[in-house]
């Protein structure tokens, strides 16, 4: 990755060594990837955050996931949580070991590290007023921003401060406007203090409007990045048609027009969002495919790069990385000439399917969720009285 932040070892006069990592809102080439569920699923598939950090073709590595927050507020990191102890007469994690490698893989790669709020498992539906939104705002503030002296909110990763936080909610929630408007306040006023730039990213599903987070998404709020997940979903990249230059069913156009006429920060950038693995999410491309669909979206102006789901999935999928940087690197070309966008809206309609490996399995599929198709791994009986249907070789879906 280029032109990113230049980032100085502590206690040395000289730059050295430049490294060239984390978000840049000037590249279309940015590349997130999820860690700490380990969708994978396998003892070993998943291993501590600094393992990761020295790969160079990553910039932004989401910790999934916050997934409570109004107290007692929780954070879950699947095996890593192993390695963490709980604060006392609290079931919240302290992670020293989180705390350690926030700081390398801030310090010493450069990486820019978001903890992600929500995740399949969260079910708080938001906050019961605007009050209760902006207080714990600021309380999250307070326990994963930069150290408030006085303050007595547990710390889990410590001293360490993430660089800002990412949103993945996947069911409806009411009052997350405000919760988000005051994170980025709060962000802001702190980087206008002498604390450094933080980022404020969400992850939609390609659905638009997403039913979970268009509140926010349309807010005040100004968001750097959204990485939408272009899975699991009838809009997403595995319904990318090669070589045409209408697309009914994959949708970056509608984003990207959001993303001109509706974000309140008009230079949002938007991340292509992809399962990193054949079992990672419906909808998993490779090939000739993923090479298509990353030239095809990357003629918006919104284009910002891709995000991955996830870290255990990539490192079991040896090259598929390797095969994004490249795409992303060419300019053009392959079977797909670039097009002029078009502004056709698409109707799709809503899933409140979670992202694959993150969903307890055994349990009932609600009315919309996935059920089936290729690389799904998750529960396949829906919550009666609906039936799985398949509407392709990738998706099947309770209705
Ligand atoms: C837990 O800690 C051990 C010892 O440092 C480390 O090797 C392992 O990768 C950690 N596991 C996770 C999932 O973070």
Known sequence: ????????????????PQVWAGFSSSSNKNVAVYWGQNSRNQATSQTRLADYCSNSEIDIIPLAFLNVIVNPTTVNFANAGDNCTTFPNSN??????????????????????????????????????????????????????????????????????????????????????????????????????????????????????????????????????????????????????QGSSTQNAFNFDVWDNWAKTTSAN???????GLPANSGAGGGYVSGSQLDAVIAYSKQYSSFGGVMLWDMSQLYANPGFLDSVVSALGNSGGGSNPPSPPKTTLTTVTRTTTTKSGTS????????????G???????????????????????????
């Open 1 to 16: 990755m280029f032109s990113k932040e230049l980032v100085t070892l502590a206690g040395l006069a000289l730059v050295v």
């Open 92 to 241: 919240l994690l302290s992670c020293p070991q989180i705390e350690q490698d926030i700081k390398t893989c801030q310090s010493t790669y450069g990486k820019t590290i978001l903890l992600s709020i929500g995740g399949a498992t969260y079910t708080e539906g938001g906050f019961t007023s605007a009050s209760q939104a902006t207080t714990w705002a600021d309380n999250i503030w307070a326990m994963f921003g930069p150290v408030q002296s006085g303050s007595s909110l547990h710390r889990p990763f410590g001293s360490a401060v993430v660089d800002g936080f990412d949103f993945d909610f996947e069911t409806t929630t009411s009052n997350m406007a405000p919760f988000a408007e005051r994170l980025r306040s709060n962000m802001d006023a702190a980087t206008a203090a002498g604390a450094k730039k933080f980022y404020l990213s969400a992850a939609p599903q390609c659905v638009f409007p997403d039913a979970a987070d268009h509140e926010m998404l349309d807010s005040s709020a100004r968001f750097d990045f959204v990485m939408i997940q272009f899975y699991n979903n009838w809009c997403g990249a595995s319904n990318f048609v």
């Open 266 to 272: 008009p230079n949002v950038r938007l991340l292509l």
């Open 360 to 371: 307890p399995t055994g349990s009932l599929v609600p009315q919309w969720g996935q059920c």
């Open 373 to 399: 198709g290729q690389g799904y791994t998750g529960s396949t009986q829906c919550q009666p009285p609906y039936k799985c249907v398949s509407q392709s070789v990738w998706w099947a879906q309770c209705q």
